[in-house]
C-alpha cells in the first residue's frame, strides 16, 4: 500500500469530512466525500474497500473514489470497516449493513438523499456491496437501487480455471487469496454461507436484487467467480451487465499507477455513467 500512496494523481474537485457512525451496536468511522462546492441533496453510494479485510483506507482508496464522485456527481460515503483478523467474520459485513442502514434513515443529518442509494466497492469491498444487497433484501431494507461490484471476490473456492491460469505472476496471488480469507474465516461452514460466499445463494435468494454493474479483469483470479455470479444474478432475473477488460490484472481501476491507463479511465467512466442514471 506504501506504493499506492507514492504515485502523485489529481483529487481535486473533492469535499472530504469524517464522521463516527453508531447504529446497532456498532460504532463505525465513516469518510463523507462529495463533488467540490457541491449544493443541495446528493443522491448516495456506500463504498466498500478492498485489501482482503485486512489491509486498505481510505487514502489507499481515495483517488478511485474521486474519481466515482467527480465523475457521477453523487456523493460516497466510505466505511472503515474493523479489518480481519482482529475482527473475523461476520463483523465487518455487519458493520457495513449498519452504517448503510443508517445512511438510508438519516442522510439528511450528512446532507445526502437516503433514498437513492447504492453500494458499490472493490475486491472484498465488492463482496460485500453484494452481501449488502442480499441482506437488504431479506431484511426488508433499506431499498438500494444499483450495486456496483468492481472484480468481486464472490465464493472461498480457489480451483477454477482463472485461479489456475494467474495463480502466480499477475499481481494477486491464490495464495494471497487464502490468506486472506483464512483471516476473514477459517470455519468451513461460515465460508458456505452467501453472506460470506455470496455466489453461493440460490437462484430464489437472488431474485429480486438492485440493477448491477460487475466489472472484471482478464489477468485475475477472481475473474471467474465474478463473472459466474453475474450469470447467477442474470439467471435469477436481475438487470446485470458484466463487463471484462482486457489486458488488465487484478485492481487495475484501483492502482494509481494504472489510474492514466485507457481500461481504468474506461472502467470508472463507466461506473460513474450507471451510478448517475441510476440515482437520478
Do not use: C
Not at 473533492?14 to 468511522?29: A, C, H, S
Not at 432475473?237 to 474506461?266: M, S, W
Request: proline letters at 5%.
Amino acid at each position: 500500500m506504501g506504493a499506492q500512496r507514492s504515485v502523485p494523481v489529481d483529487v481535486s474537485g473533492i469535499d472530504v469530512t469524517r464522521r463516527t457512525i453508531e447504529q446497532d451496536g456498532f460504532v463505525v468511522p465513516v469518510v463523507v466525500v462529495k463533488p467540490q462546492n457541491a449544493r443541495g441533496v446528493l443522491p448516495v453510494f456506500m463504498f466498500f474497500h478492498g485489501g482482503g479485510w485486512i489491509l486498505g483506507d481510505y487514502p489507499t482508496h481515495e483517488r478511485l473514489v474521486h474519481d466515482l464522485v467527480v465523475q457521477s456527481g453523487a456523493a460516497a460515503v466510505f466505511v472503515e470497516y474493523t479489518p480481519s483478523p482482529e475482527a473475523r467474520y461476520p463483523v465487518a459485513i455487519n458493520e457495513a449493513y449498519a452504517v448503510t442502514k443508517w445512511v438510508a434513515a438519516h442522510g439528511e443529518e450528512i446532507g445526502v438523499d437516503g433514498a437513492r442509494l447504492a453500494v458499490v466497492g472493490n475486491s472484498v469491498g465488492g463482496n460485500m456491496a453484494a452481501v449488502i444487497s442480499q441482506m437488504a433484501k431479506d431484511r426488508q431494507g433499506p431499498a438500494i437501487r444499483f450495486q456496483g461490484l468492481m472484480w468481486p471476490v464472490t465464493d472461498h473456492a480457489f480451483d477454477n480455471a482463472s485461479y489456475d491460469a494467474f495463480a502466480n505472476g499477475y499481481f494477486l496471488s491464490r495464495d494471497m487469496m487464502k490468506w486472506f480469507w483464512d483471516a476473514y474465516t477459517t470455519d468451513e461452514r461460515e465460508r458456505n454461507e452467501r453472506y460470506a460466499s455470496p455466489l453461493r445463494a440460490s437462484i430464489d435468494e437472488l431474485k429480486g436484487l438492485p440493477p448491477t454493474l460487475l466489472q472484471t479483469a482478464q489477468f485475475d483470479v477472481l475473474r471467474d467467480e465474478g463473472e459466474a455470479y453475474g450469470r447467477r444474478l442474470d439467471q435469477a432475473g436481475n438487470d446485470v451487465t458484466t463487463t471484462q477488460y482486457k489486458g488488465t490484472i487484478h485492481d487495475f481501476g484501483l492502482l494509481n499507477a494504472l489510474a492514466a491507463d485507457a481500461p481504468t479511465r474506461a472502467a470508472m467512466q463507466q461506473m460513474a455513467n450507471a451510478l448517475n442514471a441510476r440515482l437520478q
